[in-house]
């Protein structure tokens, strides 16, 4: 679980540095612009996509969304620092993800270019759905994967094992590769989470044209 001071000395290390700039109409980090938005778009966003479930791709397009935008995030901030090793990139990754804002990530384990497994603690959108009898998190899990990719340095995605809206606690998130998830016997969670068949062309495509982290 991160440590509240050194989220603090992270954003002053950013500012002080000049790679967060905040400006009128302009906050940049690290030369990407981002925006202060509340949670509830992104709850709206998994809303629309949870009330249409005849239109399948409409799912996996928003994890799609949500991986490319974590992978090109997290790619930036690898190149910026020099992570050439797994568990720096891990690190940071982990780090950057807590201070996003949509909850506080636990490591249970991690295996380079195989898995992550982790815990998403305090999580605002799940938090929005409880009681729930299914996982949520759409967005998330396509956020996690983009992020897993740029740090495993190999093409993953993620599956939500257990999630906040159902249990009121604590989401859980598998991060991998197809043989990773077939280890961990949770194939079955894969097919009703994510069309692998329908993603996974526009993934090679993406990082095809973007690259993967130049270290």
């Given at each position: ?59 996996d ?20 620092y ?9 690190r ?15 490591t ?17 959108i ?90």
């Amino acid at each position: 679980m991160s440590l509240l001071p050194g989220v603090y000395g992270l954003f002053s290390k950013w500012l002080i540095s000049g790679q967060l700039k905040i400006k009128l109409g302009n906050i940049s980090l690290l030369e990407q612009r981002v925006a202060m938005l509340p949670v509830s778009l992104f709850v709206e966003m998994t809303k629309d996509v949870l009330n249409s479930p005849k239109d399948r791709h409409l799912m996996d397009d928003l994890y799609i969304w949500g991986w490319k935008i974590s992978y090109l995030y997290i790619k930036r901030f690898v190149e910026e620092y020099g992570l050439k090793t797994f568990e720096e990139r891990y690190r940071w990754g982990m780090d950057i993800a807590s201070v996003a804002g949509l909850g506080d990530y636990e490591t249970i384990d991690y295996h380079d270019k195989q898995f992550s497994y982790f815990y998403v603690i305090d999580n605002p959108i799940a938090e929005a759905f409880y009681p729930s009898k299914t996982p949520v998190d759409i967005l998330l899990r396509g956020i996690n994967a983009g992020g897993g990719a740029a740090c495993h340095l190999t093409l993953v995605n993620c599956v939500e094992i257990d999630c906040q809206a159902i249990n009121g606690e604590k989401c859980k998130f598998l991060t991998g590769t197809e043989k990773a998830f077939k280890k961990f016997g949770v194939e079955e969670l894969v097919n009703e989470q994510i069309d692998i068949d329908y993603v996974t062309p526009i993934q090679k495509e993406f990082l095809k044209e973007h690259g993967w982290p130049k270290l």
